[in-house]
């Protein structure tokens, strides 16, 4: 069992930095990849970046376009998403999710946190 609790959503105008992080528990965490997924009213979650279980292989979406950053530290139990250049379609509930291999669909995905609210102005 795994449990994430996200944290580090906010505000932030556009063109704009945030760092997401993710606390995990359960002393496996670092047999998990995880991945971090966004969802907006009426959509469909969508996959934003993955990470595998030792951090060596990331994977973005392709609307990232180099804007964020995945990272983990087992050591900590956390993951993080650094989102810099933010825009205002990035706006959504950010979700951190553990899998035991990695992969970049959602249904995929063991564990789930309850999200933090990401919301980008102009």
């Known amino acids: 069992q795994v449990q994430l609790v996200e944290s580090g959503g906010g505000l932030v105008q556009a063109g704009g930095s945030l760092r997401l992080s993710c606390a995990a528990s359960g002393r496996t965490f670092s047999m998990y990849a995880m991945g971090w997924f966004r969802r907006v009213p009426g959509k469909e979650r969508e996959f934003v970046a993955a990470?595998?279980?030792?951090?060596?292989?990331?994977y973005y979406g392709d609307f990232v376009k180099g804007r964020f950053a995945i990272s983990r530290d087992n050591a900590k139990n956390m993951v993080y998403l650094q989102m810099n250049s933010l825009e205002l379609e990035d706006t959504a509930v950010y979700y951190c999710a553990a899998t035991s291999t990695l992969v970049l669909i959602p249904a995929e995905y063991d564990y789930w946190g309850q999200g933090t609210q990401v919301t980008v102005s102009s």
């Open positions: 990470i595998n279980w030792n951090g060596d292989s990331t």
